[in-house]
C-alpha cells in the first residue's frame, strides 16, 4: 500500500520569502505538488493565471465557494483566496506531497481537517529586512505595501500555532530547513506503514 503524501502548510507575513522557497523547493524535489491558489487579487506583472494563482472574478470566487468547491478560504489583504479542493486529496492518496502556501486564517482551517499536515512558518530575519525585501519586489503598490507591513507584527503573534519556524535569513538555508523539516517528518512512526511480513 502506498503511504499517504504529506501535507504541508506554509505560512508568514508577506515578502518573507514563502514563494522564493517553495520555487526552490520544488525545483529539488520532484515528489512535492504545489497547490494552486484562486485568488480575486490582480495578477503581478510576471504572474500567469493557472500557473501562479487561477485569476478569478468575486463572483466566480464567491460561485466557487458556494459550491464547496475550497479545502479553505480567508480574505486577505483586501483579496480573497482560496485552496481548490480538487486534487489535494487526490494527489496525498497517490502517495505525493503537497504544499499550500496560504496565510493563518486558512491554515487553521486546514489544522482542523487535516490534523496530520505540517506547519510552516517562514519569518524574515527582521522587519526592517522584511521592508527591504517587500519594497525591493518591486510588485505592490505604496498602499498595498503599508498595508501588509501593517499586519506583519500582528501576524508573527501567530507563530506558536505552527509545528516549526524557519527564519528565511540566508536563502540556500533556509530551503534546507524546510527540507530537512520534511524529510524528519516522514521518519516518524505514525506516517510509517512497517510490515516485515
Ligand atoms: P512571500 O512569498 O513570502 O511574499 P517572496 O518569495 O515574494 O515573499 O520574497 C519577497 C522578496 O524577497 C523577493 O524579491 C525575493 O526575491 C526576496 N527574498 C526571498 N528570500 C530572500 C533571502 N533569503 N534573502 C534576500 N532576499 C530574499
Ligand atoms: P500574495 O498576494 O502576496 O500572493 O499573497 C497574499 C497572502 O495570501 C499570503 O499570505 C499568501 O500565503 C496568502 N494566500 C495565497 N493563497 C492562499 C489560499 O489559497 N488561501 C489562503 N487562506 N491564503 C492564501
Redesign the pocket.
Known amino acids: 500500500m502506498t503511504e499517504k503524501g504529506l501535507l504541508i502548510v506554509v505560512s508568514?507575513p508577506?515578502?518573507?520569502?514563502?514563494?522564493?522557497?517553495c520555487k526552490q523547493l520544488l525545483k529539488d524535489a520532484k515528489k512535492i505538488n504545489y497547490s494552486i491558489s484562486a485568488t480575486t487579487r490582480l495578477p503581478r506583472k510576471g504572474e500567469q493565471d493557472g500557473k501562479d494563482y487561477l485569476f478569478l472574478t468575486r463572483e466566480k470566487f464567491l460561485e466557487m465557494r458556494d459550491d464547496s468547491a475550497y479545502l479553505e478560504w480567508a480574505e486577505v489583504y483586501g483579496n480573497f483566496y482560496g485552496t481548490p479542493q480538487k486534487n489535494v486529496e487526490e494527489q496525498l492518496n497517490k502517495g505525493t506531497d503537497v504544499i499550500l502556501e496560504i496565510d493563518i486564517q486558512g491554515a487553521l482551517q486546514i489544522k482542523k481537517k487535516f490534523p496530520e499536515a505540517i506547519f510552516i512558518f517562514?519569518v524574515p530575519p527582521s522587519l526592517e529586512e522584511l521592508a527591504t525585501?517587500?519594497n525591493?519586489?518591486g510588485t505592490d503598490s505604496r498602499e498595498v505595501i503599508r498595508k501588509r507591513l501593517h499586519s506583519a507584527s500582528k501576524e508573527l503573534e501567530y507563530v506558536s500555532e505552527y509545528d516549526y519556524v524557519v527564519i528565511?535569513?540566508?536563502?540556500d538555508m533556509?530551503v534546507e530547513r524546510v527540507k530537512a523539516i520534511i524529510t524528519a517528518e516522514k521518519c516518524r512512526p505514525h506516517r510509517k506503514q512497517i510490515n516485515f511480513n
Not at 508577506?14 to 522557497?21: L, N, V, Y
Open positions: 508568514g508577506s515578502g518573507a520569502g514563502k514563494g522564493t522557497i517562514i525585501r517587500i525591493r519586489r528565511n535569513d540566508v536563502l533556509a
